[in-house]
């Protein structure tokens, strides 16, 4: 969720800190995706007895290494990761060993039938991008975070990406490049993205660079043996149970304490941990009732509209082009790249926006995409084995693929998302700073 930027990421955890300081006490973690089991494990090394809760018949959440069989394998949520992106490099240390960086080049930008390789742009477009970068730059250098504490930056919370991207492009193929990139970046249309919330997210990018001496790898590696393998090792240093298959349906706070209830069960516990999306958090009933502001803020949070459709083939045909599988068109497809994870190879595409949810309604995006790839590279079709698409916008247990700060969101909303309400605390990634990624989940 990366580009799903899944995208999919400080660790969400921060409301749980509260808790840190008591004696043992019982805490119930609602969701199994990173978030939910990392809590568990700190909230456990602090010496809380922890019970686990997950809606899915599985552990992840919206990370997911798929199997097809045939060793064919790849992520259909979150997949990339950034090399200084601390908390979960070294998750991935600890339980795999090491990152495992994915080859970038030779890419593709496809723009009006004109192919370039990504290392030789336009120079038009090259011009556009440094312009918006350091225009970006001489905004964020001011912010500090949280975003929400910038209330002399006000002008901007209204003001959306797509205005700023605009303002700052002169030719057409580097607003194209530009937009390209962000709105994959963010998983939606830069008009849905706001100005200053974004800002805030690209302070970490100032941060990083400052750290690196002007050298960062960003969304170029990814988790040895996939996600969904480390995160089952993660389960198993888990002392308490984690209960698949039990989805949240009433919350109801005491001064004895916490009881979950879902479908078949309830239980009681001295606080809860909710690592839901904000639109699953809408639709658990709370007693009593959620402080207006608490409400607005989940119900205000920008969920990206992002979908995969991946495609297995026989032999990896795009390197015979030339090319690692990495490309950025105008056309319907948007983004590609290689995604096996297995010894098959697969090609993902990563869509977003309006034009993800049209492809969510055709009745075979599968055979559909596989016709527009053949309209790029007539060959691919000979080589086709299989595919399938992943919906994370109408996933029930997702509502979307991660977290973005809509127009006016980061000042009136954003510092009241996280807050704990009572013994009611909330983490994922839309509480943290790193918002949609998986360092903030």
């Keep these: 969720m990366d580009s ?6 400080a660790f969400g955890y921060v409301g749980c800190i509260a ?12 969701g199994a995706g990173i978030s939910g089991l990392r809590v568990a494990q700190l909230l456990e090394e602090q010496g809380h007895d ?22 064919a394998a790849y992520e259909a949520g979150g997949e990339w990761l950034d090399a200084d992106q601390p908390r979960i490099r070294d998750l991935v240390e600890k339980y795999c060993g090491h990152l495992e960086a994915a080859e970038q080049e030779p890419a593709l930008a496809i723009y009006k039938g004109e192919v370039r390789q990504t290392s030789e742009l336009w120079e038009e477009a090259a011009e556009d991008e440094e312009r918006f970068e350091h225009s970006a ?17 006000a002008k901007y919370d ?13 030719s057409e193929q580097g607003h194209w490049w ?9 998983g939606d249309d830069l008009d849905r993205i706001g100005l200053l919330g974004w800002l805030g997210g690209y302070v970490h990018y100032i941060n990083r660079e400052n750290l690196n001496r002007g050298e960062s790898e960003m969304s170029a590696f990814r988790v040895p043996g996939g996600f969904s393998a480390m995160l089952e090792k993660m389960q198993l240093d888990l002392k308490g149970t984690v209960t698949l298959d039990s989805v949240l349906q009433r919350v109801v706070q005491t001064g004895e304490g916490v009881e ?24 658990v009933v709370f007693e009593p009732a959620l402080p ?3 409400r607005c803020a989940l119900e205000a949070c920008g969920m990206s509209r992002a979908i995969k459709i991946v495609w297995r083939f026989s032999q990896a045909w795009w390197r015979d082009r030339g090319f690692c599988g990495r490309l950025h068109c105008d056309g319907p497809l948007h983004q590609l790249w290689e995604g096996t994870r297995g010894s098959e190879p697969i090609l993902t595409a990563y869509i977003c926006g309006e034009r993800a949810v049209e492809w969510t309604r055709l009745g075979d995006p599968v055979s559909a995409g596989l016709y527009e790839i053949a309209q790029l590279f007539p060959e691919a079709p000979a080589f086709f084995v299989d595919g399938e698409l992943h919906d994370w916008i109408n996933d029930p247990y997702s509502l979307g693929a991660f977290s973005h700060h809509a127009p006016g969101f980061a000042l009136e909303h954003a510092g009241n998302i996280g807050t704990p309400e009572g013994k009611v605390h909330f983490a994922g990634e839309h509480t943290a700073t790193w918002v949609g990624f998986i360092e903030g989940a």
Excluded at 4 to 9: D, K
Excluded at 158 to 170: P, V, W, Y
Excluded at 178 to 186: G, I, T, V, W
Excluded at 260 to 283: K, Q
């Design 137 to 153: 730059r001489a905004l964020a250098r001011d912010l500090v975070l949280p975003v929400w504490k910038n209330l002399g930056a």
């Design 50 to 71: 922890v019970s686990v809760f997950e809606a899915r018949q599985r552990i992840g959440g919206r990370i997911y290494t798929t199997d097809l069989g045939s060793g």
């Design 19 to 30: 808790v840190l300081w008591e004696a043992q006490v019982k805490i119930g973690v609602v």
């Design 292 to 294: 207006v502001e608490k």
């Design 4 to 9: 799903m930027r899944l995208p999919w990421y």
């Design 260 to 283: 979950l209830r879902f479908e078949n069960s309830a239980e009681r516990f001295d606080r809860v941990v909710l690592t839901l999306p904000p639109a699953c958090v809408e639709r």
């Design 158 to 170: 209204g003001l959306t990406l797509d205005s700023f991207l605009k303002q700052n492009c002169e």
């Design 178 to 186: 530009l937009q390209a990139n962000l709105r994959s970046d963010e």
